[in-house]
């Protein structure tokens, strides 16, 4: 009895680490859904442009091969959600700079210690002798201040509405605990203000609003946190489709089908197709905790989508002990520091153009030497084209 | 090259090479070195000659310790050349206040490791260094084997013949991740690390003419394939659903952001043999690991690139792995 039942909670918890993708990559799944996509396709009067927000979808959507599967009239255009990707080099200087302070631990998460600021990146500020650390969760930063009471660590948050809420409990056990030493420089970003940015912003160099996106595929993991109900204004007000999407390749593949189909029978709404998941609401107590501690910045400047407004979040004016951002003030830089000339970042994070564009792509900037942000994270959709996306056919391009 | 070495530069894949070429391949440059085979052949093809540091850390994983892995890592590297490994030489670096019981332990293992492979201790040196110097243990081994089976080389790769993998791939990098201090995730999971002598020496006895072998260390599968494409000038086509991966370094590797592809392995190699020879090669494997599969063809498609097939047809490259590797943070 006491084995049949351990073998029974073996069994179950083998099926539940399987279940959480196998059946999300099934070939023949995949297959049908290319089908169904292909016959809808061939009703649509024009091309249409899918922009799929996530720079985790645009890792999916090029591993998985998933334009190969397309037909030519429906095509991706990428967008601007990698956060190690949209973060200007002055706020990595920032990163740069604390961590080359006196006593300082430098903590953040993955990618970011990759990414070259004007001095270089907090990889090369660590062979110089920085103590820079990643991790996993931010809540590790509190074992790593108790283990060095005279040092002070700066945990230096990045990420759309996902990891907000982690940085958040970490500032609420700081306060709980009583913690000292640990400092935030919170570079948070949030999603439905930077699409509206992509809808209404013009074209400097051409002068004119002239953005390809004809739907959205919005990403799943931040609607888990924020709801559905974020997008609920780009069908109604921007004439755009949203369809709420998983990020494996059967998600991916039934998301696009679902937008075809939108275009097919001239709808426009917002859907969820993840739904095993994601409701209009969210996660009210996430969100909570997330207004409990932080406010919006009236402006963020995206690196190549310049100031957006109100897509940034700040610590709120009670927790300003808490923020380097102040306590550093003195030796921060302020200045605004342009992206290398020939790098297009800009153009591809606004989804205006795609990778391979870019005259620098796959010669001098590689993930070995990355110039622009895009080619440093997987996330990055010039990294994703550089690691997955050789053999699929170039030619289709987003003006198409 | 950059100014200042990062830790990208010993990752075993793009960084690492490039740091061997434009230092050590400059100055050192010969033709013995040219051939960069796991290890050197001297001596008219005589004896393989090898050398390897460790420093790993944390020093005891599941399924292992740095003495076990510093024994497998260098015998290994002989094995790959068709070599049994004889004459082994062991430098020690211990800081300063490191526990005799632990090191005793450490040596314990590797003397259980060197009967495994028939070799001896023949030659050793001992360094003590101040507290901080180094992380409390590096060990560097260098083996001498004699070759009883000629002509492997990742250069000989062709057209038509199979490339197999001795069993599931990704378990040490896997273990050591989740072992890793700050990293708090529970498994189950042990290193496969092992001495690969033995397995060697049964495809020898069955009569396997083997074209190419290496053990996937640091850059793992994803790292010998690639090397062997270039080598050889060929292409590698993987069938993407045939690479065999415990689920737990799946899970991790999904959680993380990993390939299992991508991650070392310590006693997991990789074989090429002609097509015919390949049902047999396959069984001998597979008497010591089930899980030992074919992965892969060898084409001349894209010259020089590994591709991956897909079940549901698409294709893609499988690069050599970049940077450090980093968990992807959302």
């Not at chain 2, 030659?123 to 002509?151: C, M």
Request: one cysteine or more; hydrophobic letters at 40%.
């Amino acid at each position: 009895m006491m084995n049949a039942q351990i073998e029974r909670v073996i069994l179950m918890q083998e099926l539940e680490l399987k279940n959480l993708y196998d059946d999300f990559r099934d070939g023949k799944t995949i297959q049908a859904y290319a089908k169904i996509i292909a016959k809808d396709a061939k009703k649509l009067e024009k091309p249409i442009n899918i922009m799929e927000v996530c720079g985790g979808h645009t890792h999916t959507i090029m591993k998985f091969g998933l334009p190969q599967l397309l037909p030519k009239n429906v095509n991706f255009i990428h967008g601007p959600g990698c956060p190690v990707c949209i973060m200007p080099k002055e706020r990595i200087d920032h990163a740069y700079v604390l961590s080359m302070q006196e006593n300082v631990i430098l903590v953040t998460l993955g990618d970011m210690i990759k990414v070259p600021g004007s001095n270089g990146s907090l990889q090369d500020a660590r062979a110089k002798g920085a103590d820079v650390r990643f991790v996993y969760s931010p809540m590790e930063c509190i074992k790593i201040a108790k283990d060095n009471p005279d040092k002070t660590v700066i945990f230096f948050a990045i990420g759309f509405e996902t990891t907000t809420p982690m940085t958040a409990v970490l500032v609420e056990q700081v306060i709980k605990l009583k913690i000292p030493n640990i400092l935030f420089h919170i570079n948070h970003v949030t999603v439905p203000e930077v699409m509206v940015e992509l809808i209404d912003s013009r074209d400097v160099h051409v002068d004119s609003y002239n953005n390809q996106i004809d739907a959205f595929l919005g990403p799943s993991h931040v609607s888990v946190i924020a709801g559905s109900k974020i997008y609920d204004k780009f069908p109604k007000d921007y004439g755009r489709p949203v369809v709420v999407t998983g990020f494996e390749p059967v998600d991916a593949m039934q998301g696009i089908s679902m937008i075809v189909k939108q275009f097919v029978e001239e709808r426009c709404e917002l859907e969820v197709q993840y739904k095993r998941v994601v409701n209009h609401d969210g996660n009210l107590k996430a969100q909570g905790l997330i207004n409990t501690y932080f406010e919006k910045m009236s402006l963020f400047r995206w690196r190549g989508l310049g100031n957006v407004p109100d897509s940034g979040l700040k610590l709120r004016d009670v927790y300003a002990h808490l923020d380097a951002e102040k306590v550093y003030k003195s030796v921060l830089p302020i200045a605004e520091i342009e992206d290398h000339k020939l790098c297009i970042c800009g153009d591809i994070l606004r989804g205006m153009a795609k990778p391979q564009e870019c005259t620098i792509f796959g010669t001098a900037c590689k993930p070995t030497t990355p110039i622009g942000s895009c080619m440093v994270s997987s996330e990055g959709a010039c990294a994703a084209y550089y690691k997955y996306g050789n053999l699929i056919d170039t030619s289709k391009s987003v003006s198409e | 090259m950059t100014k200042t070495i990062t830790i990208a530069h010993g990752n075993g894949g793009e960084e690492n090479n490039e740091l061997i070429k434009s230092v050590f391949y400059k100055h050192f440059k010969n033709d013995i070195l040219a051939k960069s085979e796991d290890a050197a052949v001297i001596e008219d093809g005589k004896l393989a000659f090898t050398t390897d540091s460790f420093t790993v850390s944390p020093l005891f994983f599941p399924g292992g310790d740095i003495g076990k892995l510093a024994v497998c890592g260098t015998c290994n590297d002989l094995a790959m050349m068709g070599a049994k490994p004889k004459y082994i030489t062991c430098s020690v670096i211990i800081e300063e206040g490191f526990p005799t019981r632990d090191l005793e332990k450490i040596v314990k293992s590797m003397k259980k490791e060197l009967e495994i492979n028939g070799a001896i201790v023949v030659s050793g040196d001992t360094k003590v260094v101040p507290r901080g110097s180094v992380d409390k243990l590096f060990i560097n081994t260098t083996g001498i084997g004699e070759i009883q089976h000629k002509g492997i080389s990742a250069s000989n790769l062709k057209d038509g013949m199979s490339v197999l993998v001795s069993r599931d791939v990704g378990t040490h990098g896997a273990t050591i991740f989740a072992a890793r201090e700050g990293i708090e995730l529970e498994s189950t999971l042990q290193t496969d690390c092992a001495s690969l002598y033995p397995e060697v020496k049964k495809l020898m006895d069955a009569g396997i003419a083997i074209v190419a072998m290496r053990d996937a260390t640091r850059g793992g599968v994803s790292a010998v394939l690639n090397e062997w494409a270039k080598s050889s000038d060929v292409c590698v086509e993987v069938t993407e659903e045939s690479i065999p991966v415990q689920e737990e370094v799946r899970g991790i590797c999904e959680m993380l952001g990993f390939e299992a592809v991508d991650l070392a392995n310590e006693g997991t190699f990789v074989l090429c043999v002609a097509k015919a020879d390949e049902a047999k090669a396959l069984e001998v494997l597979q008497d010591t690991h089930k899980t030992a599969t074919v992965i892969a063809s060898v084409s001349e498609q894209y010259k020089g690139r590994v591709i991956l097939n897909s079940s549901w047809g698409t294709k893609r490259f499988l690069d050599l792995p970049t940077g450090e590797l980093l968990p992807r943070i959302c």
